[in-house]
């Protein structure tokens, strides 16, 4: 079983300042894809940025970027220029790249920025 | 759909009743997976729809669990004998192709069922 670690409960950051949240997995497995997930108050789970195990470059979405380091099994995300529509719980997932379709979530953290 | 749906937005129901989530996907995904999302924690895969397959249902926490897809589209989650325990909110995702074709397909997501058994 895949186990994904978000160790950051809460975040605060300062509107337009940077935040890093971090996600750690524990696999056995060669291929997979990362992904990071925003859930507003809405409930409403959407797809913030997707990386594969496979691609050495770090996935970006404009101010949306990750730090994947695949030997020490660490997949960080990063919010530049926060905005006040960043605020949300954001969730790191795991899946395998074979026949496997269940995506394994961390705990969330939540990230409230400030104006 | 624009989008996935669920329904009810929130439930509040007695303990030991019978409870019945819908979800709504949207039109032409051919997968359909369930989650339970509990307080403070992460996603818990439930169960997983794929076209006319046989569902995997290896996520299901126990027997008062179960869920059906009527014609490949609107799928519904059935509490049986609610526990307090059960209380989470239920969110339901659906997909273009499944995984094994697609590796790169998406799920999206619903805004959930807020379940509170008192």
């Known amino acids: 079983a895949q186990t994904v670690t978000q160790s950051q409960p809460e975040m605060s950051v300062q509107e337009a300042e940077t935040v890093t949240l971090s996600c750690t997995y524990d696999?056995?497995?060669?291929?997979?894809?990362l992904f990071w997930y925003k859930q507003p108050p809405s409930r409403q789970m959407i797809l913030v940025i997707r990386q594969e195990a496979y691609k050495q470059q770090n996935a970006t979405e404009n101010r949306f970027s990750v730090n994947f380091q695949k030997a020490a099994k660490s997949f960080s995300l990063k919010i530049s220029d926060s905005q006040l529509g960043d605020t949300a719980m954001y969730f790191c997932?795991?899946?395998?790249?074979?026949?496997?379709?269940?995506?394994?979530f961390g705990a969330g953290t939540t990230v409230t920025v400030r104006a | 759909g624009a989008g996935v749906s669920q329904s009810p937005s929130n439930k509040v129901t007695e303990k030991g009743k019978d409870v019945e989530l819908r979800c709504d996907p949207i039109s032409g995904h051919t997968a359909l997976y369930w989650y339970r999302q509990s307080l403070g924690q992460g996603l818990e895969f439930l169960i997983y729809f794929q076209g006319n397959s046989a569902p995997d249902k290896s996520g299901l926490p126990s027997d008062r669990f179960s869920a059906e897809r009527t014609g490949g589209s609107v799928s519904t989650l059935t509490i049986q004998r609610t526990q307090q325990e059960d209380s989470a909110v239920y969110l339901c995702?659906?997909?273009?192709?499944?995984?094994?074709?697609?590796?790169?397909?998406?799920?999206?997501f619903g805004q959930g069922t807020r379940l509170t058994v008192v």
């Open positions: 995702a659906s997909s273009l192709a499944p995984p094994l074709t697609a590796p790169n397909t998406e799920a999206f």
């Open positions: 997932a795991f899946r395998k790249r074979s026949n496997d379709y269940k995506l394994s």
């Open positions: 696999t056995s497995e060669n291929n997979y894809y």
